[in-house]
């Protein structure tokens, strides 16, 4: 049974940081993939970004190009999201996801391809 676990987030100030973790068990991410998501109140869920875990490959949305950073650990089936120059409009829930297999540059923005879940925790960007 996979079991998805985030973690990391919290309060801070615009401009500053946070790096959330997102913990898979029972799922062998250098198989598949994982990708993170957000949504705001009153808002559709949107995709973050995603990684590989067999080959590294990488995607980002353009709101978050060049501020998050996300990378992975197969060793512990985990990927970080490192989230610099923080703005209020990140505010939201943040949520990952498992991928059975690895996604391509239009598949991996689409919630239906993913397969389980994580609760979400909670980002909150205000002075």
């Known amino acids: 049974q996979v079991q998805v676990v985030e973690s990391g987030g919290g309060s801070v100030q615009p401009g500053g940081s946070l790096r959330l973790s997102c913990a898979a068990s029972?799922?062998?991410?250098?198989?598949?993939?994982i990708g993170w998501f957000r949504q705001a109140p009153g808002k559709e869920r949107e995709a973050i970004s995603y990684?590989?875990?067999?080959?590294?490959?990488?995607y980002y949305s353009d709101f978050v190009w060049g501020r998050f950073s996300i990378s992975r650990d197969n060793t512990k089936n985990t990927v970080y999201l490192q989230m610099n120059s923080l703005k209020p409009e990140d505010t939201a829930v943040y949520y990952c996801a498992t991928a059975s297999w690895p996604l391509n540059v239009r598949t991996w923005l689409l919630p239906e391809r993913y397969d389980y879940w994580g609760q979400g925790t909670q980002v909150t960007v205000s002075s």
């Open positions: 990684i590989s875990g067999s080959d590294g490959q990488t």
């Open positions: 029972g799922f062998t991410l250098s198989g598949g993939a």
